[in-house]
T-cell receptor
């Protein structure tokens, strides 16, 4: 399968614990995005990388959230001291820089439940 | 906010009928894209329409864009039960075209 993959697919954790999610983009894609999606809503942009550089972060990304893409390939999203409000689907997408008409390809998501 | 808003929020039709969903947005865009999401899964890209295009077709999909009204519509013709999913429009701003803003989606149910 050459699509975007995410791991784990589901995560249940207790409030206050740290969690880390991984995203493996399509191999030749240089851009990688993280979104958060709550029930009944569309995805909300969190952050994106061009190669290994994190170029933009949403105000939704509090200081408890950190994302990395150390070698410009896979990316991790860590949430520290999780809160119940962090419960959501975390989606990763990747794209190839094609000027103004890029299409983002999404992974299956990681569903987080904070108890 | 530039977030798109889809209308209706939910749509239920019989197999074989056409389904139309609409998207409105607030600011100038570079392009608009439609995505489908099956329950609990990731999003699948359907079609992209540029800001200088008015209509685009792909198989059973027809998308229109009216930049003067800041709105788009997605028509699915001859719907099938497998089309049951949520449909989202995503707008790419002129000044930040790789940062997508998604609407809250239209939940389509196609009854066999």
């Amino acid at each position: 399968d050459t699509g975007v993959s995410q791991d784990p697919r589901h995560k249940i954790t207790k409030r206050g614990q740290n969690v880390t999610f991984r995203c493996d983009p399509i191999s030749e894609h240089n851009r990688l995005y993280w979104y958060r999606q709550t029930l009944g809503q569309g995805p909300e942009f969190l952050t994106y990388f061009q190669n290994e550089a994190q170029l933009e972060k949403s105000r939704l990304l509090s200081d408890r959230f950190s994302a990395e893409r150390p070698k410009g390939s896979f990316s991790t999203l860590e949430i520290q001291r999780t809160e119940q409000g962090d419960s959501a689907m975390y989606l990763c997408a990747s794209s190839l820089d094609e000027g103004t008409e890029e299409t983002q390809y999404f992974g299956p998501g990681t569903r987080l439940l904070v108890l | 906010s530039q977030q798109g808003e889809e209308d209706p929020q939910a749509l239920s039709i019989q197999e074989g009928e056409n389904a139309t969903m609409n998207c409105s947005y607030k600011t100038s865009i570079n392009n608009l894209q439609w995505y489908r999401q099956n329950s609990g899964r990731g999003l699948v890209h359907l079609i992209l329409i540029r800001s200088n295009e008015r209509e685009k077709h792909s198989g059973r999909l027809r998308v229109t864009l009216d930049t003067s009204k800041k709105s788009s519509s997605l028509l699915i013709t001859a719907s099938r039960a497998a089309d049951t999913a949520s449909y989202f429009c995503a707008t790419a701003a002129i000044y930040n075209f790789n940062k997508f803003y998604f609407g809250s989606g239209t939940k389509l149910n196609v009854k066999p």
